[in-house]
C-alpha cells in the first residue's frame, strides 16, 4: 500500500536537497519511487510533463515524509565537556547546558567589552590569517547553497533547508581530497558543515542568532 497519496505535501529527507518542500504528483511508479513537484526547486528534471521544467524529482518512500510531521533529527548525544576561554566547565549532553555554569560558558561565546579581554580573542591573527584560502572557499560554497535553495535571493542562510550537519559532515568527509559533483572540495563541505554545526550549538547555549540566518 502507498505510504503518499497524490496531493500530499511532502518533505525530502534524504542526502541533498535536505528538508525542501514539495507536493506528490503521482503515485508508486513501477520502480517504486514517487514523481515530486518542488517549487523554487532549479535542479530537477520535467518528470512526467510534457514541458520543459527543473523542479520535479523522483523520490523513493524512504526519502519522504509528510510535512506535517517534524523535521527528522539524530538522536541527542553526550558531549565532551565544554570548556570556556576561563578553564570552567560545563557538563553539557545534547542541548542541555548545566544552568550553574551557563554564565562561564556564555563568557567564550560573545565578544567582552572589556579591553583587555577582547585582545585574548585574536579574530584576525588566529582564524584569518590561519585559514585563509579555507575560509575564502567556505563563503563560495554559501553562495552555491542560496543560489541551490532561494534562487534569486539575497544571500542568507535557510536553516531548516538542510539540518542533518552531524551526519554530512561525515558522509562528505569519507570523500575527502576529491571534488563534488558540483565543482566544490568535499573537505570544503566539511568545513562548513562544521561551522553550522558549532554555530547553532553555540546559539542554542546562549549566543546571538547569527545575522546571516532566518
Not at 82 to 94: D, E, F, H, I, Q
Not at 112 to 132: H, M, Q, S, W
Not at 187 to 214: D, F, M, P, T, Y
Amino acid at each position: 500500500m502507498a505510504k503518499f497519496k497524490v496531493g500530499d505535501e511532502v518533505r525530502y529527507i534524504g542526502d541533498e536537497p535536505y528538508g525542501i518542500i514539495g507536493t506528490v504528483l503521482a503515485n508508486i511508479d513501477k520502480m517504486g519511487q514517487y514523481e515530486v513537484e518542488f517549487p523554487g526547486w532549479p535542479n530537477g528534471h520535467s518528470g512526467s510533463s510534457l514541458a520543459v521544467r527543473h523542479d520535479r524529482w523522483w523520490c523513493y518512500e524512504t526519502d519522504l515524509e509528510l510535512v506535517a510531521s517534524p523535521i527528522s533529527k539524530p538522536e541527542p548525544i553526550s558531549h565532551a565537556p565544554l570548556t570556556p576561554c576561563g578553564g570552567a566547565t560545563s557538563s553539557r549532553v545534547g542541548n542541555t547546558l548545566d544552568p550553574y555554569t551557563l554564565e562561564d560558558a556564555l563568557s567564550s561565546l560573545v565578544v567582552p567589552t572589556d579591553a583587555k579581554e577582547r585582545k585574548n580573542i585574536p579574530i584576525v591573527a588566529g582564524c584569518l590569517d590561519y585559514f585563509p584560502s579555507a575560509l575564502l572557499e567556505v563563503a563560495k560554497l554559501s553562495k552555491v547553497g542560496n543560489d541551490q535553495h532561494n534562487p534569486g535571493q539575497p544571500l542568507h542562510w535557510t536553516r531548516e533547508k538542510s539540518t542533518d550537519h552531524a551526519e554530512c559532515i561525515v558522509r562528505h568527509l569519507l570523500d575527502r581530497g576529491t571534488v563534488d559533483t558540483d565543482g566544490v572540495l568535499h573537505s570544503v563541505k566539511v568545513a562548513w558543515r562544521a561551522l553550522a554545526l558549532a554555530q547553532i550549538e553555540l546559539e542554542e547555549a546562549g549566543a546571538k542568532k547569527a545575522r546571516g540566518a532566518n
